[in-house]
């Protein structure tokens, strides 16, 4: 994406707020329409906007008018060059025509927003990434259900629970908040605590997608050893006492 027509873009958006495509193609008139809806579609991905029918509404804008900036849209937009780079490794990981979990958090909506429409089975606890993965052509989405986390957009409790025990899973794609040798990896939220844990006992391989900025934080909840993984992808190398454990433990790591 040209640097100059990048900036451009956000700085109408800045001063507009929203703006049609046919609009900016105004601004741009040697660029394809094409282009520039490819632009708008980076640019999404970098948390700087959110596409609309025919146009795209900035993220400020949208938090002007629902009245606050959710923790979710903060989150979204923390180190998204790490996790778009992390989400780029995942893709390569998941198979067609096999049972696939996507567990909820920004860097695996980063994943699901990268994958091609293929054969995929993808089951998931979060809501907007199961709303992105239906947007596309040939994968079936399981939605699990239960209690609804405003900050993460995810949902846990005894219903998932009881409704994933009826579901086998080949691959976990899974995310945490945190991580520290002692207490493993770890959330904020005890339902989805025991949701994640339940998801790592049934499944046959678990790919934790988790960027170094989470390394040393604690939170209060603990889901997982290191030895209960088996892939740790992050944007780049690991504590040396970390990755040396996780390679003891058997753990891949590929950044």
């Known amino acids: 994406m040209n640097?100059?027509?990048?900036?451009?873009?956000?700085?109408i958006l800045e001063q507009k707020g929203e703006i049609q495509l046919q609009k900016l193609k105004e601004f741009f008139p040697d660029v394809s329409t094409m282009t520039l809806r490819r632009d708008l579609i980076a640019l999404e991905k970098e948390g700087h906007l959110i596409r609309t029918h025919g146009g795209a509404i900035?993220?400020?804008?949208?938090?002007?008018?629902?009245?606050?900036?959710?923790?979710y849209s903060k989150r979204a937009q923390e180190n998204i060059e790490a996790k778009m780079k992390i989400a780029n490794i995942a893709k390569g990981l998941v198979e067609k025509n096999r049972s696939i979990y996507?567990?909820?958090g920004s860097t695996i909506m980063c994943?699901?927003?990268i994958l091609e429409s293929d054969n995929y089975t993808?089951?998931?606890s979060g809501l907007n990434i199961a709303l992105e993965l239906v947007k596309k052509k040939n994968i079936f989405v399981v939605m699990l259900g239960g209690i609804v986390n405003s900050n993460t957009l995810s949902v846990s409790g005894p219903n998932a629970i009881f409704s994933l025990d009826r579901m086998n899973i080949?691959?976990?794609?899974?995310s945490a908040s945190g991580f520290c040798l002692e207490a493993g990896f770890s959330v904020s939220n005890a339902y989805e605590g025991d949701l994640k844990r339940r998801i790592i006992e049934r499944s046959q391989k678990v790919v934790m997608l988790m960027?170094?900025?989470k390394v040393g934080k604690n939170m209060p909840f603990s889901y997982a050893r290191l030895d209960e993984i088996d892939i740790w992808i992050c944007e780049r190398e690991l504590p040396e006492d970390i990755e040396k454990a996780a390679r003891e433990c058997g753990v891949k790591i590929l950044y």
């Open 170 to 174: 080949d691959i976990a794609f899974m």
């Open 111 to 113: 994943l699901a927003k």
């Open 58 to 71: 900035s993220t400020k804008k949208l938090w002007q008018l629902t009245g606050q900036e959710d923790e």
């Open 102 to 104: 996507f567990d909820a």
């Open 3 to 11: 640097d100059f027509r990048k900036k451009k873009i956000l700085d």
């Open 211 to 213: 960027d170094t900025s």
């Open 122 to 124: 993808i089951i998931t």
